[in-house]
């Protein structure tokens, strides 16, 4: 009988644990899938068009104004091994469809002929980037001209360099990046000359062309302060500002074992700024990269530990992380379109949200508190630490995961496994490499950082009293 009234008691007393807990949930908004990559010819046509349709300088006399123009367009490649009509005919109305978005452009006309105007792009790869030239000319109208200068006057010139990218590689004809999954290179690439990348403990890091220079830079947030690094002859060399998060009120709850958080948030005009949360701090920080360097915006975002970029001027937050109850307690609800689920424990970051190649369902990919990696649909990475990346090493669409172990101090080991959602028939969450850095691993982040037209990733470990950053490539 005792024993009956105790275990009443204890089913009575899990149901109001589990009661309170439902309703302590946290319960993301539903996660779309993010906005299709920028195409990369039309991006390097809106940067050609911007330069030469802008007023020129007033000593340089006349009008860049469309003024009804006919316009012709002149596409040539230099490319050793390369196709270049298609590329060219692709530039060619990015350009033209560029032009037809802007007052006062009279229409496209298939010779000099027919034109009052021409514009000549010269295209070129290099450094697994294509650059571009291009020159805008008024034609000559009359005899007279023709005599003068038959090629016609010179109105504008513009440049412009965009990474190579799956897009660019089909119209090139140049085919997919040959590499072995199965035998990556790990190389250090802190440079001395920056020792306070190497005092303190990263927390998380981000890549990401800040200034809007066409040159990427990587952010990192560290245990005392967010960081602006550049890559320089093989290694991170150049600093380019930081702010100390003492300029942020502390967290009443800091956790034992702190977290970090990074976004790349793009503004509605275009602009890209960091928002980047510490545990130990009660609010993340806003900051930007102008010809100054790094510096704090007073911009306010939605409040709560920053998550996942879902489109401009947003991202899912969560509630904030707070003492060691957010490592073993709580509800997480996920959602994407139709589909969802829930787990316990918190998500320190949510690394993806993409459409499977076939049936228009998705898959999430988080980081849990705590350690393991969440897909949904697509089961765990159990033995997963609490650092990973997503990455398409050979830029062949299908993306792999890169994960830590859960070790606590000496060697780290890194596995690279299929991610979900692959097309071709490849499996989800088969191995492809393992191999191990000196140290615990406390942040990753993927991305293109030395130009070459492909990501690498970047992995930060700490040994407790040093920081390193190493590099991990296809051979």
């Known amino acids: 009988m005792i024993a009956r009234h105790l275990l009443a008691a204890m089913s009575s007393s899990l149901a109001l644990a589990l009661a309170t807990e439902a309703a302590s949930a946290q319960t993301l908004p539903t996660l779309p899938p993010p906005a299709a990559p920028a195409s990369s010819t039309a991006t390097l046509a809106s940067q050609l068009v911007g330069v030469l349709t802008a007023p020129p300088a007033p000593e340089l006399g006349g009008s860049a104004a469309l003024g009804g123009a006919r316009v012709a367009i002149a596409v040539t490649l230099t490319a050793e091994g390369a196709r270049g009509a298609e590329l060219g005919a692709f530039v060619a109305d990015a350009i033209e469809a560029r032009l037809s978005a802007m007052a006062g452009f009279g229409r496209r006309v298939a010779s000099d002929e027919e034109a009052t105007e021409r514009i000549e792009v010269a295209l070129a790869v290099s450094d697994g980037h294509l650059q571009a030239t291009a020159r805008r000319r008024a034609l ?64 998380d890091c981000a890549i990401a062309d800040l200034d809007g220079d066409r040159d990427p830079e990587l952010a990192v947030l560290q245990s005392d302060a967010l960081r602006a690094v550049r890559w320089t002859e093989g290694g991170f060399s150049r600093e380019l500002g930081a702010i100390p998060l003492e300029v942020l009120p502390p967290s009443e709850a800091p956790l034992r074992e702190p977290l970090g958080r990074v976004l790349i948030v793009t503004r509605e005009g275009g602009d890209r700024v960091l928002v980047a949360a510490s545990s130990d701090r009660a609010e993340p920080l806003v900051a930007g990269l102008g010809a100054a360097g790094l510096h ?13 970029v879902t489109g401009a001027d947003r991202f899912v937050a969560a509630p904030w992380p707070r003492a060691i109850d957010s490592l073993e307690g709580g509800l ?45 649909p697509g089961g765990d990475v159990a ?16 993306s792999e995961l890169l994960t830590s172990s859960q070790a606590l101090s000496g060697p780290d080991r890194l596995t690279l496994s299929r991610a979900p959602g692959q097309v071709g028939g490849r499996t989800a969450g088969a191995t492809l490499w393992m191999g191990s850095v000196p140290a615990p691993v406390t942040a990753m982040c993927a991305g293109d950082v030395d130009r070459d037209g492909y990501d690498e990733v970047i992995v930060a470990t700490w040994d407790g009293l040093l920081a390193e950053l190493i590099i991990v490539v296809p051979r």
């Open 332 to 376: 997480t609800e996920a959602r994407l379109g139709a589909g969802g689920a829930t787990w316990i424990g918190g998500a320190s970051r949510v690394h993806d949200v993409r459409a499977f190649a076939a049936g228009g369902r998705g898959a999430i990919v988080a980081a849990l508190v705590g350690g393991g990696v969440r897909i949904l």
């Open 140 to 203: 000559p109208k009359n005899l007279w001209e023709v005599i003068a200068g038959g090629t016609g006057r010179v109105l504008a010139t513009a440049y412009a360099n965009v990474p190579i990218d799956l897009e660019l590689r089909s119209l090139l004809g140049l085919g997919r990046r040959d590499v072995r999954l199965d035998a990556l290179r790990v190389v250090p690439v802190a440079k001395k000359s920056l020792p306070a990348l190497m005092r303190a403990r990263a927390l």
């Open 383 to 398: 033995q997963a630490g609490t650092v990973s990346a997503l990455i398409d090493f050979d830029a062949d669409g299908a």
């Open 296 to 308: 704090r915006l007073a911009l306010t975002f939605q409040a709560g530990w920053p998550l996942y």
